[in-house]
């Protein structure tokens, strides 16, 4: 039993997740690596969210101290429950 769906319509209205392009120099790359390293996170998009976050807390004039903390012992036990070992 399928279901039949015309092409080109939605059938999804809401967006359950919004995505966009970033092109980033060497310098930001460069600097991307760094904190990729610093967050001990290997992946791009959730170190530009956690950065995002963390930016913010510093905006609002939030102590980014016990976030920064808590990202960073979060990630390094995501590392080691999935075998990622790129960042000792």
């Given at each position: 039993m399928s279901i039949d769906q015309e092409p080109f319509k939605r059938y999804h209205e809401e967006k359950k997740q919004?995505?966009?392009?970033?092109?980033?120099?060497?310098?930001y790359r460069k600097m991307l690596e760094d904190m990729k390293y610093r967050l001990q996170q290997p992946k791009d998009s959730t170190a530009l969210k956690q950065l995002a976050e963390l930016g913010a807390k510093?905006?609002?004039?939030?102590?980014?101290t016990p976030?920064?903390?808590?990202?960073?012992?979060?990630?390094?036990?995501?590392?080691?429950?999935?075998?990622?070992?790129?960042?000792?």
């Open positions: 919004d995505s966009f392009t970033v092109k980033i120099s060497p310098e510093v905006l609002l004039g939030e102590n980014p976030k920064a903390i808590s990202v960073i012992v979060n990630n390094i036990r995501k590392n080691k429950r999935t075998g990622i070992i790129d960042y000792d």
